[in-house]
């Protein structure tokens, strides 16, 4: 299984890119979203990778962050939704916006992605949404492996590179932090991921002490 790809940016297609690690060609798909935030072409970039297997195909797909490969990879899993589906969704809401439209029920965001229709929409909500507080904790943790747009097309160590990926937005950070801390409340996490994104769309740029305050108020019994 190939997990990540880190090399040079040889090739940008409409819906793919070809990179190039040690002289081999590796054509991977991703969605408009990852796309347009690669840099340009010769630049140095880093993917998460899922590779798709079957009799006749072998095809690899292109994540910039973990969160967006494990929504694909969760998107997938609801019937109607392929990969062009996912990677639909994925480039019109981004992972953080898939938690948050899952978390919270939002099938109108849903359905906004290319080709997804109302019922498909549904069955995404209804069937994913226990699983978003485990996709938002990852997003506060796991590594954005995107590399700067000026990076040098010369030979350079990679390793040093993947060894020190760039932070987590801060938001992402917080909501990760304030979802385990509910969760060690004793809240459910379906409640928990529905009332931190609540809590953050409300006010954006919350800290963690300030957004568990807020999530607490909204999973507080109403009189």
């Not at 690690?21 to 840099?39: D, E, F, K, Q």
């Not at 899993?77 to 919270?104: F, H, Y």
């Not at 549904?122 to 943790?141: F, H, I, S």
């Amino acid at each position: 299984m190939i997990g990540r790809l880190t090399g040079q940016l040889a090739f940008r297609g409409p819906d793919h890119v070809l990179i190039d690690v040690g002289g081999v060609g590796y054509l991977v798909t991703c969605s408009s979203r990852t796309l347009a935030n690669l840099p340009a072409k010769g630049s140095l970039v880093s993917l998460y990778t899922d590779l798709l297997v079957r009799e006749d195909l072998l095809q690899l797909f292109g994540f910039q962050t973990m969160a967006e490969k494990e929504w694909y990879r969760l998107l997938c899993t609801v019937q109607g939704v392929g990969s062009k589906a996912a990677l639909a969704i994925l480039g019109a809401l981004g992972p953080e916006g898939v938690s948050r439209a899952i978390a919270l029920g939002d099938t109108n965001s849903v359905k906004a992605a290319p080709g997804v229709g109302p019922k498909i929409a549904l069955r995404v909500v209804n069937e994913l949404k226990d699983k978003a507080p485990a996709v938002m904790a990852m997003a506060g943790q796991a590594p954005d492996l995107t590399l700067p747009s000026g990076a040098p097309t010369a030979p350079i160590d990679l390793e040093a590179v993947i060894e020190a990926p760039s932070a987590p937005p801060p938001d992402a950070t917080a909501q990760a932090d304030a979802l385990s801390a509910l969760a060690n409340l004793g809240y459910a996490p379906s409640d928990a991921a529905t009332a931190v994104l609540q809590a953050a769309s409300d006010t954006p740029g919350l800290g963690t002490p300030a957004l568990i305050r807020a999530a607490l108020r909204l999973l507080a019994p109403k009189e």
